[in-house]
Each structure stands twice: as C-alpha cells, then as structure tokens.
C-alpha cells in the first residue's frame, strides 16, 4: 500500500534513495531513511499517548523540521492532521479545537501563551518541541520500533479549516487519495523530478505551504528548503545558496522579492519554475522576473480541492494569457455555468465547477452544506470565471465580492485584473461603495493616492472597461492593506471600513475630492 497513502511515499524513498536529502533547514540537512525513522518513533509515541486511527490531531507551529516529521508521524499513526492557524488568537483557536475533536496538539514553546488556556480547558494534551509550561517533548515521547499498519486511500488525511473571512471556518476532510491525485497531476503536468529543489516560505500550515510539500516534494522524494519564515532578503540569499529550483506562493511575496535591492546581484538561474496563486499576476512583476531569466505561472486552486491547483498555466503561455490561470490539470473537468448549472458558451462568466479526485471527501460535520458544493457530482466553487475558446480560465471574481450598480454585476477581481495587467497597479482592491442613484458603485483602494497617475488611471479604465465597471472614487488607505494569511486581500475589512466614499477622496468621474 506504499503508494496508496502519503505516510507509505515517506518509507518508499527511504527504500529507494535513502542518501537522498529530504529536508534543509538552516544549514542542517535530513535526510529520506532519517526522516522515515524519526516519524515512525514519533508515531508510535502518539499512538502510546493514545492516539488512534481515526484521530485527529492538531498541530500548531510555524516552519521547521519537526512540523514535517509531526506530520508524517500523525499519517503513519492512522490519524489525521489537523492544521491550526500560527495567527489565530486563543479566542479563535476554540472554534477548530471544539469543531475537530482533537484530544492532542503538538507545538511549540513559542505558542504557550496561545495554547495553554484552550488547550487546558479542554483537558487537550499538548506535545512540545522543547520543554514548556509542564508539556511532554517530542524527543521523550518517540520510541523507536517497527512501522505500524499504515493507513488506506480513503482514510482521512487532513482537515483544513478555511481562512474564515466571513464567520466560522469550515473543516475541509481531505482524504489521502485525494491529495496525491492532487499532487501527482499538477507534478507530472511541471516535470518536477527527485532532482529538484522545492523552495516553501510560506506557512506549513496554510494549505499552500503544505501542498507545495506533498506536491513538489514528498511524491517526487525531492528535497524540501524550509525557510523559517518569509523575509525577502533571508529567502533570496537563501534560494541562492541552496540552488532552489522550485517555488510556489502568492503574487504579493514575488513582488516583495523583486522591489528588493539584492534581485538583481543574486544568482537564481536555478529557480525554473516560479507558480504564483490567490491574486493575479502584473504585467509589472511578469517582466520584472523575466528580466532575470525567471517566468512566473499563474495557477487556481482551493482548500476543496486538496489545497492544490485546479488550472495551472503552462510558463511558455505566460506573456500571451497574461490574466488567466490556465487549463484544468490532469484528470480534472471544469466547467462555467449559469444559475441553473447549465454550461454556459466560451467566454461568458458564470460559475467555475471542478470535478475529479482531488477534490475534497466533504465538509466537516456540515451534511447540508456538502450537499450544495458538490450537488450533481461537482464542486461548485463560488469562484466567477470564463473559459476561452483554448480552454484557458480566468478567474473574474469570488460571487460573494460581486456588487451590483444598477442593477448590472459587476466582479472587483476583473477590474482589479485591469488595473494590474495595464497599469502595473499592485497593492489595491476594488469594493462596492453606497450611491443613492445606482445603490453601490466600485471604489478603488491604493496604499498612496499621491503616486496613482490619475490621467493614465482614467484612461485605461475608459479604454479597457465598460462605464458601470469602472471605479467611481478613489480611495487612499494610506497603509498596507489588510490581508489574510495566504496573502489575500481582506475585502470583507475593507468594505467594513469604507461603506462609502470618505472624505477626501477623489471623485474619477468628476475628477475632484469628494
């Protein structure tokens, strides 16, 4: 059953290429027989602690060697993994802990002040890299020994929690065979081998980071460079040095890397694929990268369908379909429908849906809702898209963000594709705002108003959109905006802090302060 499941891929490379590196982490390297060792020790200490198939159990730290090994021990245990929000407060943290059950974290010392309250109260017990506040360690619970039984396809191996932008966090049950479909497709689609290099800056336990992992690393038995957390200059030196040849993560953190004084004088011809997701690519950042030899591909996904990609967009299509994220990836369908879920004809925007095995087993203790996602034997996305008559989707906007300005609808994220594929604009958002003749109108919100070139602005807005789709004000926010931990913008905040036009904005109708 080795192939079947994600804890057997551990032990096959440990068999296989047991010299092989699995893991650098701050000038440490670990390799596959080491980590296929140190996880079966670490499971059978869970399962001593009593920790059975079918558990859940939750993990709460931020990057490092011992969230990998934790991981594949909770697999190997026959349980699944429950990944719980390095941002989230104590409050936030009783929702998932209450919802999933668990009865065992395993974090570290860092997370005490958070943990221990909700953990105590719950009478959960809590594992610690090191030694804190009266938890058992990792080291003083493995006990080395044979495998254990490992677990089936179908067995549940995660359950992510949504970001949670409007009330609680959904738990998404992601079952083993769904997310090696998931990584097996998107793998074999890029030609990541066991030579190669994956590059994670991002949180592990944000369903990217962890996907990266399974997708560009454990399926393949490549190696994983683990940076402990993102800092532009700590990630480039650091992709420079350990030769990353591999790196996915959000359009925002690219950007970030390439306004950075030492883009230019690294050496990074070793990186060759850059896969960008959650935001659309500039034109800007596009060329930014390609000036140094480096092309960054759009990709679409969702925490339902394994946390993984749906659509990639093939990098020698990258300058061409600028703005779209691609064709479904192996063994996927998508389709774009009405209301009625009805396909609709080439380019007219409807409902993205998805089927194939990657998508989710359901939603956690949510029958009703589980039904309607997947009503008809698909995933209904929520996402608005259109497919173009070569099979490219774009992605034009979240059906809940679309505002409606008399009576017509209107997608922020097409506008926002506009903004940033014309004019270069990176750090804005389009909401709805109050009007009393059209009932909501599009606001633009800009970081600095004072370095938005107006004229250009209301030029391209009238060339490239139709007159109800182009904002009406905009906006300075004077500060970054807000933002969840997959790096996407928080409209939700936004629209709670400007329900209107404030004061002082400007009028691109008028062309003067409101």
Known sequence: ????????????????????????????????????????????????????????????????????????????????????????????????????????????????????????????????????????????IREPGPRLPEPGRDDMAFLFYTSGTTGYPKGVRINHGNIIASALAVALGDGVTWRDRTLVAIPMAFTGGMNTYVRETLICGATLVLAPRFDPEYVMHLAAEQRATVWSSVPVIFEQVLHH?????????????????????????????????????????????????????????????????????????????????????????????????????????????????LRGGWLHTGDVGVMDEEGYIRVVDRKKDMLISGGLNVYPAEIERVLATVLGLEECAVIGVEDERWGEVPALIVTDAAAVDVPALRSALVTELADYKRPRYLIDNTGPLPRTLSGKIQKTELRKQYPGAPAGSLDLKAGQPV
């Open 261 to 373: 004084k030492d883009f230019g004088s690294l050496d990074l011809s070793s990186l060759w694929l850059c896969r960008a997701a959650g935001a659309t690519v500039s034109r800007g950042l596009l060329h930014g990268w390609q000036e140094r030899g480096i092309t960054l591909a759009q990709g679409y996904g969702l925490t339902e369908c394994s946390g993984g990609y749906l659509a990639t967009l093939n990098p020698a299509d990258a300058e061409r379909k600028l703005g779209y994220a691609g064709r479904p990836v192996l063994h996927t369908e998508m389709r774009i429908v009405d209301d009625q879920d009805e396909e609709l004809p080439r380019g007219e925007a409807g409902q993205i849906i998805a089927r194939g095995p990657s998508i989710m087993d359901s939603y956690w203790k949510l029958p009703e809702e589980t039904a309607e996602a």
């Open 1 to 140: 059953m080795t192939q079947q499941n994600l804890a057997g891929l551990v032990h096959y490379w440990a068999e296989y290429r047991p010299w092989h590196t699995a893991l650098h982490f701050e000038g440490t390297d670990t390799t596959w027989r080491e980590l296929d060792a140190r996880s079966t020790a670490l499971a059978r200490g869970l399962r001593a602690l009593g920790v059975e198939p079918g558990d859940g159990v939750g993990i709460l730290m931020r990057n490092r060697p011992e969230f990998v090994e934790t991981v594949i021990a909770i697999w190997k245990a026959g349980a699944f993994v429950v990944p719980l929000n390095i941002r989230w407060t104590a409050a936030e943290l009783g929702f998932p802990l209450d919802n999933s059950g668990v009865r065992l974290v395993v974090t570290e010392p860092h997370f005490a002040g958070v943990l221990g309250e909700p953990a105590a109260d719950r009478d959960i017990t809590v594992v610690s890299t090191e030694a804190a506040d009266g938890w058992r360690t990792l080291e003083a």
